[in-house]
């Protein structure tokens, strides 16, 4: 079993940053892929970002549309720990954001690929 652990949401203003961490404990070497999803009030849960460890390449990284360019993914395998740099932040930003990590390949897009899941950490941006 895996436990993540999510740090960092908060209140900022439009157009300022934030980081999120997630911290992974339990059978960490499991985890192949460590996504970001985030969930606003009366909307479906939607993806963010993940990021997903190659032994021979590195790091593989893929944003959604609506956060590429301001949003940053990352993962320390050394301290079992995932990263959401959030940049030029916009009211629409706002809602819970989870971590996600996936034992197995799949579409990273999709919620039902993860097999874990952090509590949430509420990020609001303010106009």
């Known amino acids: 079993q895996v436990q993540l652990v999510e740090l960092g949401g908060g209140l900022v203003q439009a157009g300022g940053s934030l980081g999120l961490s997630c911290a992974a404990s339990?059978?960490?070497?499991?985890?192949?892929?460590m996504g970001w999803f985030r969930q606003a009030p009366g909307k479906e849960r939607e993806f963010v970002a993940r990021v997903t460890w190659n032994t021979w390449s590195g790091p593989i990284t893929f944003y959604a549309d609506s956060v590429k360019g301001r949003f940053t993914v990352s993962r320390d395998n050394a301290k079992n720990t995932g990263y959401l740099q959030m940049n030029a932040l916009k009211p629409e930003d706002t809602a819970v954001y989870y971590c996600?990590?996936?034992?197995?390949?799949?579409?990273?897009?999709?919620?039902?690929?993860?097999?874990?899941w952090g509590q949430g950490t509420q990020v609001t941006v303010s106009v």
């Open positions: 996600a990590g996936a034992s197995r390949s799949g579409n990273y897009a999709y919620a039902d690929t993860y097999d874990y």
């Open positions: 339990g059978r960490t070497d499991s985890i192949y892929t």
